[in-house]
């Protein structure tokens, strides 16, 4: 969490959303065709608002604003200490407008309001903050030639970036794309998610107000095999920012590949969390519970395979069924709540589907289970499933619902065996009070990042990223900037 938290017991009411256009060149455009597609409230099922639904036309004027705007404009061209400046702008304007930016991302992914506050919209601001201070730091090298030329070598912007998100945390994702890409000097077409796009076009907003000039940031809405398909084909952009789940990555790689274009793909998880039978029990059931509630289990480094020292395995299922049907699950409004719905009826239906399975599998539903029916809403409760073996499909595969399988082991190798042997590679951890013990699982997970007595502890200055079918590339930390950028070296002759 972060260190601009507020108080969590701010009440908040739900927001009217008056229908969004496309933002394409500084302008607030409706798509060519006309046509609009509607966002629904994840907690009533009912319309919230409508938004442009963009086709290739809009895209092809997105691209051309973003592409003019970098070719011919001063983004690209002015001093890092100048973007900097603007960039601490977007984080004071959303600062200022943080009430509205909570209220938007709640009512839109039916994310809890103390959440999108001390987390969603608090991270962004130090996102921004953070990349400001970035843009200023310059790297290059100098190196001596043999025969007296001399070299300096730096790092120019990639262009235009295509950014690509998915439902989840719009507001966290799309701005980890953007942040280091602003501060790079590049210019960007952005399609967030269609089940989530609001926060994305309130942004554009914040971005004009805070001085990012016309053009730099063009926001789109529409469906991804549509757009985001012809964005990872579209000449004129020159590099795809993904994330979202590993099927879409693949296609999106494959075709983006076709034109050369580099990507970095952000993908799914399903990631191992190891209780060794030194650890602090009660802290440890504390972190898997949050790791796998958390937004509702939509959340890529969603600690999904509770992995525990078999004398521990059944206190920790006891304390686990003990204490998630009193978690609070209801409202997103409401700041007492702590689960909120699901983002849509799919999705709650997949949640629904890999329960089915598991009975089929002949695995035990130790806690829920079943959906919760509430105001039209798409709750699901935190699930907790037992006695089920390694080559399941609920162990195997990314749900992406609170559905949290157990599993015992005997020894530490045993452990990293269970913890490394999914295709994904996004995120593990492990609870231990042995130091050496740290060093040494760690050192074998094979994951972007590896947390030890807790869980989900990210911060803008610490990369993240996935091993194997989790993708490659980094967000955050100094290293997100290498991912917009390219190595420009000068040789002078002697
Ligand atoms: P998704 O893959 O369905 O969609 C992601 C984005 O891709 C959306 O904007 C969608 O419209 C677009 N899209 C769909 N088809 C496309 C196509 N053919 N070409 C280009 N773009 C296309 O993912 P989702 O359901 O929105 O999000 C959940 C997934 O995202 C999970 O797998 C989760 O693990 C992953 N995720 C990963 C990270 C990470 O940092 N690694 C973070 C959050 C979510």
Same mark, same amino acid.
């Given at each position: 969490?972060?260190?601009?938290?507020?108080?969590?017991?701010q009440?908040?009411?739900?927001?009217?959303?008056?229908?969004?256009?496309?933002f394409?060149?500084?302008?607030?455009?409706?798509?060519?065709?006309?046509?609009r597609?509607?966002?629904?409230d994840?907690?009533?099922?009912?319309?919230?608002?409508?938004?442009a639904?963009?086709?290739i036309e809009?895209?092809d004027?997105?691209v051309?604003?973003?592409?003019?705007?970098?070719?011919?404009?001063?983004w690209?061209?002015?001093?890092?200490?100048?973007?900097a400046?603007?960039l601490?702008?977007?984080?004071e304007v959303?600062?200022?407008?943080t009430?509205?930016?909570v209220a938007?991302?709640?009512?839109?992914?039916?994310?809890?309001?103390?959440?999108?506050?001390?987390?969603?919209?608090?991270?962004?601001?130090?996102?921004?903050?953070?990349?400001?201070?970035?843009a200023?730091l310059?790297?290059?090298?100098?190196r001596?030639?043999?025969?007296?030329?001399?070299?300096?070598?730096?790092?120019?912007p990639?262009?235009?970036?295509?950014?690509?998100t998915?439902?989840?945390?719009?507001?966290?994702?799309?701005?980890?794309?953007?942040?280091?890409?602003?501060?790079?000097?590049?210019?960007?077409?952005?399609k967030p998610?269609?089940? %989530?796009?609001?926060?994305?076009?309130?942004?554009?907003?914040i971005?004009?107000?805070?001085?990012?000039p016309?053009?730099?940031?063009?926001?789109i809405? &529409?469906p991804?095999a549509?757009?985001?398909?012809?964005?990872?084909?579209?000449?004129?952009?020159?590099?795809?920012?993904?994330?979202?789940?590993?099927?879409?990555g693949?296609?999106?790689?494959?075709?983006a590949?076709?034109?050369i274009?580099?990507?970095?793909?952000?993908? &799914?998880?399903?990631?191992g969390?190891i209780?060794?039978?030194?650890?602090?029990?009660?802290?440890?059931?504390?972190?898997?519970?949050?790791?796998?509630?958390?937004?509702?289990?939509?959340?890529?480094?969603?600690?999904t395979r509770?992995?525990v020292?078999?004398p521990?395995?059944?206190a920790v299922?006891?304390?686990?069924?003990?204490?998630?049907p009193?978690?609070?699950?209801?409202?997103?409004? =409401?700041?007492?709540?702590?689960?909120?719905p699901?983002?849509s009826?799919?999705?709650r239906?997949t949640?629904e589907?890999y329960c089915?399975?598991a009975?089929?599998?002949?695995?035990?539903?130790?806690?829920?289970?079943?959906?919760?029916?509430?105001?039209?809403?798409f709750?699901?409760?935190?699930?907790?499933?037992?006695?089920v %073996?390694n080559?399941?499909?609920?162990?195997?595969e990314e749900?992406?619902?609170?559905?949290?399988?157990?599993q015992a082991?005997?020894t530490e190798?045993?452990?990293?065996?269970?913890?490394?042997?999914?295709?994904?590679?996004?995120?593990?951890g492990?609870?231990?009070? =042995?130091?050496?013990?740290?060093?040494?699982?760690?050192?074998?997970?094979?994951?972007?990042?590896?947390?030890?007595?807790?869980?989900?502890?990210?911060?803008?200055?610490?990369?993240?990223g996935?091993?194997?079918?989790?993708?490659?590339?980094?967000e955050?930390?100094?290293e997100a900037?290498?991912?917009y950028?390219q190595?420009?070296?000068?040789?002078i002759?002697?």
């Amino acid at each position: 969490m972060s260190e601009a938290q507020v108080s969590v017991a701010q009440p908040i009411v739900r927001p009217l959303i008056e229908p969004r256009r496309l933002f394409i060149g500084g302008q607030w455009l409706e798509a060519r065709s006309g046509q609009r597609r509607e966002v629904l409230d994840p907690s009533t099922g009912k319309v919230i608002t409508s938004v442009a639904d963009a086709g290739i036309e809009d895209l092809d004027a997105a691209v051309l604003a973003a592409r003019k705007a970098f070719d011919e404009g001063d983004w690209a061209r002015m001093s890092g200490r100048e973007r900097a400046r603007i960039l601490l702008r977007v984080a004071e304007v959303m600062r200022r407008r943080t009430e509205e930016l909570v209220a938007t991302e709640s009512v839109d992914v039916g994310k809890p309001v103390t959440f999108s506050r001390i987390v969603d919209v608090a991270t962004v601001i130090e996102t921004y903050e953070y990349y400001a201070a970035q843009a200023q730091l310059k790297e290059g090298a100098y190196r001596e030639v043999p025969g007296g030329a001399r070299a300096y070598i730096c790092r120019e912007p990639l262009g235009v970036i295509g950014a690509i998100t998915p439902f989840n945390f719009p507001l966290i994702l799309s701005n980890n794309k953007l942040a280091p890409a602003l501060a790079a000097g590049n210019t960007i077409v952005h399609k967030p998610a269609s089940d %989530t796009p609001l926060s994305a076009l309130l942004m554009a907003e914040i971005f004009a107000e805070a001085g990012i000039p016309a053009g730099v940031v063009n926001v789109i809405t &529409g469906p991804g095999a549509r757009i985001g398909d012809a964005m990872a084909r579209h000449p004129g952009i020159d590099k795809i920012a993904f994330t979202g789940s590993t099927d879409i990555g693949r296609e999106v790689a494959r075709v983006a590949g076709e034109c050369i274009k580099p990507t970095t793909l952000e993908l &799914g998880g399903k990631s191992g969390h190891i209780i060794f039978e030194d650890a602090d029990v009660e802290r440890a059931v504390g972190a898997a519970i949050q790791g796998f509630i958390f937004n509702t289990g939509q959340f890529c480094m969603a600690g999904t395979r509770l992995l525990v020292a078999r004398p521990l395995h059944d206190a920790v299922v006891g304390a686990l069924v003990g204490a998630l049907p009193h978690i609070p699950l209801g409202d997103p409004f =409401d700041p007492a709540t702590v689960v909120g719905p699901m983002v849509s009826a799919k999705q709650r239906a997949t949640s629904e589907d890999y329960c089915r399975i598991a009975l089929e599998e002949g695995a035990t539903l130790a806690v829920g289970g079943q959906r919760i029916e509430k105001e039209g809403g798409f709750y699901f409760p935190p699930t907790v499933v037992t006695h089920v %073996t390694n080559q399941s499909r609920l162990v195997q595969e990314e749900i992406f619902g609170p559905v949290l399988t157990v599993q015992a082991f005997d020894t530490e190798e045993e452990a990293i065996a269970l913890a490394n042997s999914t295709v994904f590679g996004l995120a593990a951890g492990l609870h231990t009070r =042995d130091i050496s013990r740290v060093h040494r699982v760690s050192a074998r997970l094979k994951a972007g990042i590896v947390w030890v007595n807790g869980w989900a502890i990210l911060d803008p200055s610490v990369p993240f990223g996935g091993y194997k079918q989790s993708g490659f590339g980094r967000e955050y930390g100094p290293e997100a900037l290498h991912y917009y950028t390219q190595v420009k070296s000068t040789v002078i002759a002697p």
